[in-house]
């Protein structure tokens, strides 16, 4: 047989609930007593005290962050900026537009350029096209004030043009011209414009490339061009480019790019043209060259013949052309043409078209002798040409 145990007596539900509730309070005794004791009364068990919240300015707190201090480089770009964006201006360009039922005429926007004040008396630099198609234009100075602008000048062969606004002297800071002639590949350059219409941009850069080509909007080669990376994006054209002094250096003109927005390769014309072209066209309404007293064959002509040069149509009587002998196209026997002289190079410089002969004289004066290379026939001769004073007046 089995031994005998006892089976245990079941426990009634109230029983049960108050043993765990003598249990619970015996539980909170019992740490309430060793919170009281302390550390002593527990020396089996280390505790570390939680540290105290550090308080700003307390010893061990973290130090506040320092203000950023600006570097001396963005001192002077700020400083450039400041001075010399008051002279940046914003032109639009209007066209007039006729309603075909009631012949009215309004005019609408028809595009948006940059361009600089050149004196306190209203003139106004920009490029020549942004001007062009444009039947009425407005200038809004850097105050926000816009005013009516007429057009005083226009070089297409340089790019550049002139309009004139009516504003007080006191609204008119002028840039002051720097020496293009002086630039270094690498130097700092500054763009100012309205890129896109974002009036009062700046962009920077460096001088990227010297004595580039590029055509003008009447077809003929602006030289001594100054490439530079600081972004010219359109609205950009016409506005100023400046050297670290915030001297003008450039006028920026057009951009090389697949897209039609800045892709690092943008173009000024050079200061030093500026420099001689704004001043004829304030006064003359045209660039003033002296002139060689010839009248040009039309480009194809050449082109046609696979002759590289300006070929000679007519040479106007009594002119330093006409004293040095040099000829024009004529009629031979049986009422052939016979070509004349193809200027190849004055004073050295090469001359492969009619516009390059105008930038070949450049810089001369009326009166002043120059050596003109020509063929003739199957040779080269070289003869000495007084030039005459230019010809035309204002562009108005």
Same mark, same amino acid.
């Given at each position: ?217 009447? %077809? $003929?080669? =602006?030289?001594? #061009?100054?490439?530079?990376?600081? @972004?010219?994006?359109? /609205?950009?054209? !016409? ?69 590289? %040069? $300006?070929? =000679?149509?007519? #040479?106007?009587?009594?002119?330093? @052309?006409?004293?040095? /002998?040099?000829? !024009? ?68």
């Amino acid at each position: 047989m089995y031994p005998f145990q006892e089976a245990p007596l079941p426990m009634s539900r109230s029983s049960v609930v108050i043993v765990a509730l003598l249990t619970a309070i015996g539980g909170y005794w019992a740490g309430a007593h060793r919170s009281a004791a302390g550390p002593a009364a527990s020396p089996s068990v280390q505790t570390a005290a939680a540290p105290a919240p550090a308080q700003n300015g307390s010893r061990g707190a973290i130090p506040p962050q320092p203000q950023p201090q600006l570097q001396d480089l963005e001192k002077a770009t700020i400083a450039l900026f400041e001075h010399a964006s008051p002279a940046a201006v914003f032109i639009t360009s209007l066209a007039r537009q006729q309603d075909v039922f009631s012949l009215n005429e309004t005019q609408i926007p028809r595009g948006s350029g940059s361009g600089f004040i050149w004196d306190r008396q209203g003139h106004i630099v920009t490029n020549f096209h942004v001007l062009a198609g444009g039947d009425a234009f407005k200038v809004t100075l850097a105050d926000q004030s816009t005013w009516d602008a007429r057009p005083i000048g226009v070089a297409p062969e340089k790019d550049l043009a002139v309009l004139k606004i009516d504003a007080p002297a006191s609204k008119l800071p002028p840039l002051p011209l720097g020496n293009s002639e002086t630039l270094k590949v690498g130097q700092s350059v500054y763009a100012i414009g309205n890129p896109f219409g974002l009036d009062q941009s700046l962009t920077t850069g460096v001088v990227s490339a010297l004595g580039r080509e590029i055509q003008s909007v009447g %077809g $003929a080669p =602006i030289r001594d #061009v100054i490439q530079t990376d600081a @972004a010219i994006n359109p /609205g950009n054209s !016409g506005g100023p480019l400046l050297d670290s002094a915030g001297r003008l250096v450039g006028v920026n003109t057009a951009i090389y790019s697949p897209s039609g927005a800045s892709s690092g390769v943008g173009f000024a014309i050079p200061g030093h043209d500026v420099a001689w072209v704004v001043p004829d066209l304030i006064r003359y309404g045209r660039v003033q060259r002296p002139t060689l007293g010839v009248e040009l064959a039309p480009e194809n002509w050449g082109q046609r013949l696979g002759i590289e %040069g $300006a070929v =000679i149509y007519r #040479v106007d009587r009594g002119t330093g @052309a006409d004293k040095a /002998g040099l000829q !024009g196209i004529r009629r031979a026997a049986f009422g052939r043409v016979q070509l004349g002289d193809v200027i190849l190079t004055v004073d050295g410089q090469t001359v492969t078209s009619s516009g390059s002969l105008l930038v070949a004289l450049e810089g001369k004066k009326a009166g002043q002798t120059v050596r003109v290379g020509v063929l003739r026939g199957d040779h080269k001769v070289e003869v000495p040409v007084q030039l005459g004073g230019p010809s035309g007046g204002r562009a108005d």
